[in-house]
């Protein structure tokens, strides 16, 4: 007799997203059959998901556009839509293009509401009416003016007691040193032209290129470098009318200082930019090197494709972390110390939720400021140190957060407190041409056109002297300031 076999099937259920808000469950079904055959019963069953509305949203602009950056930035949004109820639509721009986009978005009415952008373009802005300043100085005056890096604020000042939008980072241009080999020779820090040419005779004596530094006529990386040289020596591009102010005796004693040190005592050429200078150093050939902080995680072995190749580092990759020092800001014998800085700020447009991004700006400079500067730590310094209570909350925890790209360490690894501390105390000497005075357009121009690399180039080559080559860029600047009056 044949016996009857029951079978428990189970049944599958397959589920579908349909909407962001729902999410599938899965259901189990038993159903009794008389024969010995697989069945699937499939059942959709959507289950709503409790989730915060936003009450309102506004649009944040950020030219963190890697990918990597931008799950983290989305992160922090969304930590500050947890707590305020508040919604923000996250719009990656390219920093090339943030300005013909900006001015697209004010022609038709669709700014963001809070923008992320870098110095140059602050003072273009706030002019064309772009920028709100009475909501980022009421910004400004939330967090407390005290904590910020005076000389962030102070680039981006109207005049009148206002701010054109809010320091976030930066970072600042650095005079890297080998200390071991200023001990050796017994060497003072080179902070001050005298200084710093005293040890780069010193260094060339002992077999050492004295110092490495810009002198292509055709890179930024030399403007870069000789601004940071030229501010030191009290040279300012305009007067605060806009009058070209590079034919003064300053300006000569800064072409003559820098041209004699790198023909001198550096390369001795005219075609090195940041890519010959951070070789020279990492390989132990030089001694004083010119270079942004995103120098600090490759000094420290940190990424495999820049690693220092000094002789020491053979036994300790991380040695010229370990065994430089670095000066910020120094000054020249006609002006004080002064560095040469790079800020980015969160901007408040005028067409803004003002409160909702008034909100969103302090939250990003408070809750979720160690996050954003830790997105890159080695190039974004806290352009706030600290709050009200706890001064030096953030400049600790920059020192603490990681940095590198094949490793990752605290800097505080490598460098001692007291370098970390100088490093971030140098911000309070960050310096530009130009923006103070309200020429962000001018300054635009002539990085576009070099004409100071090019001069450079000619004294070094022996074309023109010091004199002949401030009396040239008075002349070259003023044309290009006319140019962009009559609009060619």
Wanted: glycine share 10%.
């Amino acid at each position: 007799m044949k016996k009857k076999l029951t079978f428990l099937l189970a049944a599958v259920v397959v589920v579908s997203m349909v909407l962001a808000a729902c999410q599938p469950q899965v259901v189990t079904k038993t159903v009794e059959v008389e024969k010995v055959v697989t069945q699937e019963v499939v059942v959709t069953k959507e289950v709503q998901v409790e989730k915060a509305v936003p009450t309102e949203t506004i649009v944040f602009w950020s030219t963190e556009n890697q990918p990597a950056r931008a799950e983290r930035t989305q992160k922090i949004i969304d930590r500050f839509t947890e707590q305020t109820g508040i919604g923000v639509e996250l719009v990656l721009v390219d920093e090339n293009a943030i300005d013909s986009l900006m001015a697209a978005n004010q022609a038709a009415g669709t700014m963001p509401d809070v923008v992320f952008f870098p110095l140059d373009f602050a003072a273009t802005w706030y002019a064309q009416g772009v920028l709100d300043a009475d909501a980022a100085t009421a910004a400004v005056q939330d967090l407390d003016p005290s904590t910020f890096s005076e000389g962030a604020l102070s680039m981006v000042s109207t005049g009148d007691g206002k701010y054109m939008a809010v320091p976030s980072d930066g970072w600042g241009q650095l005079l890297i040193y080998r200390k071991d080999l200023f001990d050796q020779l017994g060497l003072e820090p080179p902070t001050d032209f005298d200084k710093i040419m005293a040890a780069a005779q010193a260094l060339k004596d002992a077999g050492y290129i004295g110092i490495m530094a810009g002198t292509d006529p055709g890179q930024v990386f030399t403007q870069q470098c000789f601004e940071h040289f030229a501010l030191a020596n009290g040279v300012q591009l305009t007067d605060a009318e806009g009058n070209v102010t590079l034919d003064t005796p300053q300006m000569v004693e800064a072409l003559d200082f820098y041209t004699t040190l790198m023909r001198d005592y550096g390369p001795g050429d005219t075609a090195t930019y940041w890519l010959q200078a951070r070789a020279s150093y990492f390989a132990g050939e030089a001694g004083m090197v010119v270079w942004s902080p995103f120098i600090l995680d490759e000094m420290a072995g940190l990424r495999d494709s820049v690693l220092p190749n000094c002789p020491e580092c053979a036994d300790d990759i991380a040695y010229l972390a370990k065994n430089s020092g670095v000066v910020p800001a120094f000054s020249g014998p006609s002006g004080g110390p002064a560095q040469y800085g790079q800020v980015s700020y969160m901007g408040i447009t005028t067409g803004a939720n003002a409160e909702a991004a008034k909100q969103f700006v302090e939250f990003w400079l408070t809750d979720g400021y160690l996050d954003w500067v830790g997105v890159a730590a080695e190039g974004k310094f806290p352009m706030r140190r600290g709050t009200p209570d706890e001064p030096n909350k953030f400049l600790e925890g920059w020192g603490n957060l990681e940095v590198g790209v094949d490793r990752r360490a605290p800097l505080s690894d490598f460098y001692s407190a007291d370098v970390l501390s100088t490093i971030i105390e140098g911000a309070n000497n960050f310096d530009r041409w130009g923006f103070a005075q309200g020429q962000g357009e001018l300054v635009g121009a002539i990085y576009s056109e070099l004409p100071v690399p090019q001069v450079i180039a000619d004294i070094i080559e022996g074309n023109m002297t010091a004199e002949e080559g401030a009396t040239e860029l008075q002349a070259m600047v003023e044309e290009i300031q006319a140019g962009l009056s009559s609009g060619e």
